[in-house]
């Protein structure tokens, strides 16, 4: 040690090149990685606002284009649930949980739905367990639970 300092055996301690372009190429891949689960949560939250406007606004036939083709398959909207959902209007729409799962490729979300029966005029709220799943082909989450069902009791 001289004046204090300790002094360097002169030694190099630094990175051989192989090291670092190892390094270097495992940063850019975590960088990308996160990057691309950025990008698909950035998604779920722009799908999230879209899905609540349309609903808000009592768009039943958009909303039904969020719902996974797959779903549709073993559970059809029916044109009596369609000519249900049109009865309601949409008065409050209330985010009670969000939750990701699966490596952040599913979401599930639940909803309060207060929704006005235009023909009784009577308010009723209903929760609406949403599932979402992302869909890599098509680079968008899809609905795969189906619309809020007004005839729920709460």
Not at 39 to 64: G, H, M, N, P
Not at 127 to 141: A, F, T, V
Request: glycine residues 6%; contains cysteine.
């Amino acid at each position: 040690m001289k004046n204090g300092r300790k002094q360097h055996s002169g030694r190099n301690t630094g990175l051989r090149p192989a090291h670092a372009a190892f390094v270097l190429g495992l940063l850019l891949s975590f960088l990308a990685a996160a990057c691309a689960s950025n990008k698909v949560a950035e998604s779920l939250s722009e799908a999230f606002k879209q899905y609540e406007t349309i609903v808000r606004w009592s768009q039943w036939d958009a909303a039904a284009d969020f719902i996974a083709p797959e779903y549709l398959v073993d559970n059809p909207i029916t044109r009596l649930d369609m000519d249900r959902l049109r009865l309601f209007r949409v008065t409050a729409y209330t985010i009670r949980s969000t939750g990701i799962y699966d490596e952040g490729m599913t979401s599930r979300q639940t909803v309060e739905i207060k929704m006005f029966n235009k023909n009784k005029g009577v308010e009723r709220t209903i929760i609406d367990d949403q599932e979402w799943r992302y869909n890599e082909e098509s680079q968008r989450w899809l609905l795969h639970s189906g619309l809020p069902d007004p005839t729920q009791r709460y």
